[in-house]
């Protein structure tokens, strides 16, 4: 099994950039399908980024050409590059990893964007 760790969440003003970090263990990232996902109260959770075990990514519309995934596999951690921060970003942030239909979740991390 493995276990993931989000980290690296914060205030920030609008126009401001942030770095999550999700760090595994138990496993290795680079076996699972990686996603952030965020949830906002009175909303529903939605997957933000996503990439694959083989490397391809996915965006929201929503952070297309401002949010960047990566990952790095010596470190066995995923990233998230959250640049031009918008308030409507605000949300706890969760890193995911998936694999043969198995979904693990890390505890989430605060984002917080202030206009």
């Known amino acids: 099994q493995v276990q993931v760790v989000e980290s690296g969440g914060g205030l920030v003003q609008s126009g401001g950039s942030l770095r999550l970090s999700c760090a595994a263990s138990?496993?290795?990232?680079?076996?699972?399908?990686m996603g952030w996902y965020r949830h906002t109260p009175g909303k529903q959770r939605e997957l933000v980024a996503r990439?694959?075990?083989?490397?391809?990514?996915y965006y929201s519309d929503s952070v297309k050409g401002r949010f960047t995934i990566s990952r790095d596999n010596a470190k066995n951690t995923v990233s998230l590059q959250m640049n031009s921060l918008r308030p409507e970003d605000t949300a706890i942030y969760y890193c995911?990893?998936?694999?043969?239909?198995?979904?693990?979740w890390g505890q989430g991390t605060q984002v917080t964007v202030s206009s």
């Open positions: 990439i694959t075990r083989i490397g391809f990514t």
């Open positions: 995911n990893a998936n694999r043969d239909g198995q979904d693990y």
């Open positions: 138990g496993s290795s990232v680079s076996i699972y399908t």
